[in-house]
């Protein structure tokens, strides 16, 4: 079968002929229809997030995978059902995370994370996997399953964020997301109708197809050049609610003084090192003073995985077309990875069924 | 009667002749028990924190007090009543957050804190306050009711800190509390039993009465000069819960680099604004790959206070013996304020019954 990889010491990925897999006991067999793309693929062909799987030279990159079962293998799965794989995978044997369904949850080490970090990826014409981690997803939403994996993100996040504000009467109303990329929009579109205002922070110039579905979504625009996110408060409203997907560290912390007392900011970048100064002293103050919260999240499980599939079946489909800028088959692939300002979310198209 | 009061531009406070108030509609009139003393009352003798009531030239102090009620004037309590009085007011008529009980949420502007900020206080021979302040107290807890609020403090960063945690499976085992005051021993204290491994923070040398408490208590003492709070996962282990009372800005930020995966931090402290560098970078990271929270928190509401008195009930007597290091009559009521490595807790006795 054909497979999209990345080898060790490259950054381009390449197609190449692997063989089939089995699949093993409890794992069903699943032709792969589509493949997403997003930031986190783009760092590991960079070789800045993930790892290979131990002992190999190359890694099939992909993450946000639907497909449908050919090969259901004793397991409760029939043949023909669309299913989208969760991505974390126990690395030696199940472990405490895995048994109570949350390895979104397990710490460094307890887990590979396919297409990303020491497991394969799903960008290949069949993939195999347990059926505790493959969610069904109705037929008719299979040609946009791929996007039912980074709304499960934003569901565990939104999950975490509101916990925090649990333990008080929380009515939020605003909302600022930080970053237009897929994530960003996608989110974008989440809020709407939870929150009565949203805002929505990039750095492009109009027309740019991303401000059109900031607006379209009944969004205000905001250009980080002319209202960096700390004076957000000032310009527009103070922010109950954050959600940073920049992976721009200094947003962390300018989150903070975003958000209106009682806010909470939600932060799933994944930066690199970098030190620079910040008001540490008003920052704490401001937490405390302000019964403000930070919550870090990352990854999914297959509960969130099934809620995402709801999601997904509520979103607008005007919103659906503007975000998926392309679907790709094999043949050119590449133009999966495009990163330009006309390119929002894309997939490699493996199958049509 | 007499008040110990602050007056404007002056740093250390004298005891002066006020009329006794009488009790509006829908309050009671309380002869002031105890009222103890804490870091906040220091920051308000200085002029860090808090604010005198508009257009008066002083303010009695005081925060933390038990009293018994003298005159119940129509409200449901009875004479002889033993009772706490919760901390803010709201400033202009009632507003949403004090109408659902929750003042401990409301913003600035929207309440005055009693003995803090443009509200006296209750380190006076009477008080009078409104009857959803105050909180019974069984009257064989009278001596010690002056600890309720104190402990009202950490019951909300608790249930707020849980709250964070509560959208996944959270078995906590190890806690840091960042300070040695009387705040830190009582948390520590409270979180025995909840938490397996106790560790306390401080930067004493031995032999020092709160290095001998945290050690009754079951805890370990990590020495600051020694272990920064960066370093204590190497040195001892990553903390599920850790809880911040020193002010110390640069502790909300060393704090993520204590946790354990999945942990919480719970910041309390108040500094001042101070600008120092961070590795911005790494601390967004780990936030998010380890889906870590921190969690500001300040003030307590009603049912706090009410939970506060059974946490109270079941605090070990040796321990409150060792922590309550002094309590002075008006007549020396200045050793009160006193700030030495002997001193840990301290009240005003402005009547015995």
Redesign the interface.
């Given at each position: 079968m054909k497979a999209i990889v990345i080898r060790r010491g490259e950054t381009t990925p390449v197609l190449v002929e692997k063989p089939r897999p089995a699949p093993g006991e409890g794992e069903a067999l699943v032709r792969t229809l589509r493949v997403g793309v997003d930031g986190t693929d783009h760092e590991v062909l960079l070789g800045a997030h993930g790892g290979f799987p131990e002992g190999e030279d190359h890694l099939v990159i992909g993450h946000e995978a639907v497909g449908v079962v050919v090969d259901p293998n004793g397991t409760s799965l029939a043949e023909g059902d669309v299913v989208v794989p969760t991505v974390r995978r126990p690395p030696n044997g199940p472990n405490e995370y895995f048994e109570?369904g949350?390895p979104?949850?397990a710490?460094?080490g307890q887990y590979h994370e396919r297409g990303i970090s020491g497991a394969h990826g799903f960008m290949a014409e069949y993939f195999t996997s347990p059926e505790w981690s493959l969610v069904e997803v109705p037929p008719e939403l299979a040609e946009l399953g791929f996007l039912v994996e980074p709304i499960s993100i934003t569901v565990?996040a939104m999950?975490?964020a509101?916990?925090?504000?649990?333990?008080?009467?929380w009515s939020p109303e605003s909302a600022l997301v930080l970053g237009n990329g897929s994530l960003g929009l996608l989110t974008l579109a989440m809020l709407r109708g939870e929150f009565e205002r949203l805002y929505c922070l990039g750095r492009r110039d109009r027309p740019d197809p991303t401000i059109s579905i900031i607006e379209d979504l009944g969004g205000t625009y905001v250009d980080s050049r002319e209202t960096p996110v700390s004076e957000v408060p000032a310009v527009h409203e103070g922010m109950d609610l954050v959600y940073e997907a920049t992976g721009y560290?200094?947003?962390?912390?300018e989150s903070i003084r975003a958000l209106?007392?009682?806010g909470v900011a939600a932060?799933?970048?994944?930066?690199?090192?970098?030190?620079?100064?910040?008001?540490?002293?008003?920052?704490?103050?401001?937490?405390?003073?302000?019964?403000?919260?930070?919550?870090?999240?990352?990854n999914s499980n297959a509960r969130q995985f099934e809620r995402a599939v709801d999601t997904l079946d509520g979103l607008p489909d005007r919103f659906l077309d503007d975000l998926v800028t392309g679907v790709y088959g094999l043949d050119e692939f590449e133009r999966t990875f495009a990163e330009d300002d006309t390119t929002i979310k894309t997939a490699v198209e493996l199958a049509t069924r």
């Open positions: 109570r949350e979104d949850m710490p460094e565990k999950e975490h509101r916990a925090s504000r649990s333990a008080f009467e560290a200094k947003h962390a912390f209106a007392p009682n932060l799933l970048g994944v930066p690199e090192p970098w030190t620079f100064e910040v008001d540490g002293g008003a920052l704490h103050r401001e937490l405390v003073l302000q019964n403000k919260a930070v919550v870090g999240s990352v």
